[in-house]
């Protein structure tokens, strides 16, 4: 018996699922890793500071118009 993994159509909303993988991950999880990502790309100098708060506040906007 297969099953299935879970989706945005089985109402799973709490993380995000690997395509290859077919795990589940917590959305802080993802989160913590896109911030502290930029965070790291701005310390070793592969993006500037200020695109990096542009990216950043972009982010922060899509999310909070996504939630509403």
Partial sequence: MAVSPPTAATGD???????ILHTSIPE???????????????VFGAV???LAA????????????HKQ
């Fill in 54 to 65: 542009l990216v950043g506040v972009g982010v922060v906007v899509a999310r909070h118009h």
């Fill in 13 to 19: 909303s709490n993380g995000y699922v690997l395509p």
């Fill in 28 to 42: 802080n999880v993802v989160q913590l890793g896109f911030w502290s990502g930029l965070v790291g790309a701005v």
């Fill in 48 to 50: 500037e500071a200020p």
